[in-house]
């Protein structure tokens, strides 16, 4: 029986889903045809661009940038207000007293929704890091192909990604030669995290939910709050604090690794 209600579940959350993938696609793909076009490189390496191309460059890049940050958020907090909204209406309103007469157990109503929303928040992550790692990779690639910073890709005959492989190889060595931090086994628990951490937050915010029926009045309003009390935006902000961190970590070391001035880093 938990197969069939994580079918239906799944049939009434894969449109919105597929929607917001579709949607941070198009802008991914948008993003990337930004940074490839003639003149983006130029102006990262050079002061030498005309005023018009400087103008093109320098928009593109503040809309495509306004929009990437719209489908991000519309991406990962409006997934989780969707499927916040879809478990409270289908638990506690008229279409939730239909499914509590269902031959099921409360327990199975839950964790089907917990497992499928979870799944669908999942591929949402996944998508935002693709979309990511996509961005970053286009600029790389435009970048490394002009001026001085080009030779480091005649190094790997034009091979961008043996050039990562490479470099994150470099930079793991030296942090655990120099930091005592193995990279892999930081990457394979940071992984762990990435996988386990949707279906914790759907834990959280349907049990909030749930906590909030305890009210006798506003009960939805009290869920809210109840999710607010664990101070998810504190955690995002941690979260983001603990990633600029490493960025900073991973940019001095690619710089020991490459040099300051002959790449540009």
């Known amino acids: ?31 990337c045809v930004v940074l490839q076009m003639p003149g983006v490189a130029e102006f990262f390496d050079s002061n030498d661009v005309n ?22 958020l519309a991406s990962t907090w409006g997934m989780l207000i969707f499927l916040g909204i879809r478990f409270y209406r289908s638990m506690y309103t008229d279409e939730g007293y ?35 790692v996509a961005l ?4 790389m690639t435009g970048l490394l192909n002009i001026g001085e910073l080009s030779g ?10 043996e050039f990562l492989a490479d470099a ?24 762990l995290t990435y996988v386990a951490g949707p279906f914790i937050t759907m834990v959280t915010l349907f049990g909030a939910l749930t906590i909030g029926q305890l009210s006798s009045k506003h009960k939805g309003l009290m869920g809210i709050l109840a999710y607010a ?18 960025w900073h970590k991973c940019h001095e070391q690619l710089r020991r690794i490459f040099g300051n001035d002959q790449y540009g880093l």
């Open 229 to 246: 009390a664990d101070d998810p935006v504190f955690h995002h902000r941690k979260y983001c604090t603990e990633c600029l961190h490493v």
């Open 168 to 191: 994150f190889y470099e930079l793991g060595r030296t942090y655990e030669e120099e930091m005592g931090i193995n990279l892999l086994h930081y990457g394979i628990t940071l992984l």
């Open 51 to 72: 005023g018009a191309q400087a103008w093109l460059v320098i928009s593109s890049f503040a809309a495509i940038l306004i929009l990437y940050v719209i489908m991000l």
């Open 1 to 31: 029986m938990l197969g069939k209600l994580m079918k239906y579940e799944w049939k009434n959350i894969w449109k919105a889903g597929t929607l917001m993938l579709l949607g941070m696609f198009i802008v991914t793909v948008i993003g």
């Open 98 to 132: 239909l499914s509590h007469t269902l031959p099921v157990t409360a327990n199975q109503l839950f964790l089907s929704k917990v497992l499928v929303s979870g799944v669908w928040y999942l591929f949402i992550s996944i998508g935002i890091g693709i979309s990511v």
């Open 136 to 139: 970053v990779v286009s600029l």
């Open 152 to 161: 480091v890709l005649i190094q790997y005959n034009g091979n961008i990604w």
